[in-house]
Structures are given as structure tokens and as C-alpha cells.
């Protein structure tokens, strides 16, 4: 059972910077699809960055050309770096890894009510003005 840890979330002014780490463990194997998603008050969970099996990232136009995502699958952890921070970034941020093998990674990222979902527990951003 694939287990996801998030770490790296707090408080920064507009324009500044975070990290966030994902620790994945329980399992052995890679998931075939990783995702950032995020969720704030009163707002639908949305798609950050997703990372297939084959390395591939896709990002949010709201993130583009902010956000990087990366998988380092030696020390078992996704990562989220966030420049360039808006106060509309603000949200509680997710590390989630699809269940289902027949969902397609896209499929499942611009609905991760698709299939099934390992979540993390989030970790919040907040981005002042």
C-alpha cells in the first residue's frame, strides 16, 4: 500500500518561494502517475503538475513557467518547487499517486475522482500580498 508524506508548506509574501516534498513508502515499486493537486476554501480540488512513468510532467497553466516538478526515485520523493508565489497559490497542497492501472495518467489528473487515489495529508501554502 503506497503511503505519501507532504512536507515543505508555510507562509511567504507574494513573489517568494517553496518547496514541498512528497516521501513515498509502502511499496517497492513506482507509481505509474504522480500528482501535486491543491484545494482552496470554497474552490474544486485542481490538477498542480503531474509526472508519468516515463518522466514526462505536465503542469497547470496557472503554474507554468513558476512551478517545477520532479521525482527522484532513488530517495523515493516527489518535489514541488514554487517561484514566483501569488496569493491565488494559496491552498492546501496534495501528493496523490493514481490506483487504477486501466485510468490514463492525463485522464486521471484532470479528474482525480477517476479511478483510485492515494492521498497524502497535505501540507498548506499561504501566499500574502
Known amino acids: 500500500q503506497v503511503q505519501l508524506a507532504e512536507s515543505g508548506g508555510g507562509s511567504v509574501q507574494s513573489g517568494g518561494s517553496l518547496r514541498l516534498s512528497c516521501a513515498v513508502s509502502g511499496v517497492t515499486y513506482r507509481p505509474d502517475c504522480m500528482a501535486w493537486f491543491r484545494q482552496a476554501p470554497g474552490k474544486e480540488r485542481e490538477g498542480v503538475a503531474r509526472i508519468n512513468r516515463n518522466d514526462v510532467i505536465i503542469y497547470a497553466d496557472s503554474v507554468k513557467g513558476r512551478f517545477t516538478a520532479s521525482q527522484d526515485n532513488a530517495k523515493r520523493t516527489l518535489s514541488l518547487q514554487m517561484n514566483s508565489l501569488k496569493p491565488e497559490d494559496t491552498a492546501m497542497y496534495f501528493c496523490?499517486?493514481?490506483?487504477?492501472?486501466?485510468?490514463?495518467?492525463?485522464?486521471?489528473?484532470?479528474?482525480?475522482?477517476?479511478?483510485?487515489?492515494?492521498w497524502g495529508q497535505g501540507t498548506q501554502v499561504t501566499v500574502s500580498s
Open positions: 496523490a499517486a493514481k490506483r487504477t492501472p486501466f485510468v490514463l495518467c492525463n485522464t486521471w489528473f484532470n479528474n482525480s475522482r477517476v479511478g483510485n487515489t492515494v
